[in-house]
């Protein structure tokens, strides 16, 4: 009867070992998962970042191309007020 009782705790034994094991497996395999996800998040934080730092320099080109057409327009504005001058000094 002892080594009968032996037999199962030795097998009782190893079957705790292989489980251990086991979830010793999905733990590792669970950690390198979670440390992926991590560096998946923090790329694509980063991405963004750098999205809407390209979105604002954008902006800015788009503010400065305004500006500029703007001054287009005023010195158009500017040249023919002078042209309309010039015309109508000399029908004076």
């Known amino acids: 009867m002892p ?3 032996n037999e ?5 034994l190893s079957q705790l070992k292989n489980l ?4 010793e497996k999905m733990a ?3 950690a390198v998962r979670e440390e992926r996800y991590e ?5 694509s934080k980063l991405q963004t970042q750098h999205i809407s730092e390209l979105m604002g320099v954008l902006n800015q080109g788009k503010t400065a191309a305004k500006l ?3 001054l287009i327009a005023v010195l ?9 001058l010039v015309a109508h000094i000399r029908i004076m």
């Open 20 to 23: 251990d094991s086991k979830i």
């Open 76 to 84: 158009a504005g500017l040249g023919a007020t002078w042209d309309w």
């Open 8 to 12: 199962l705790n030795n097998e009782i």
């Open 68 to 70: 500029v057409a703007g």
């Open 3 to 5: 080594d009968r009782q």
């Open 28 to 30: 590792v395999e669970q």
């Open 39 to 43: 560096t998946f998040a923090e790329n």
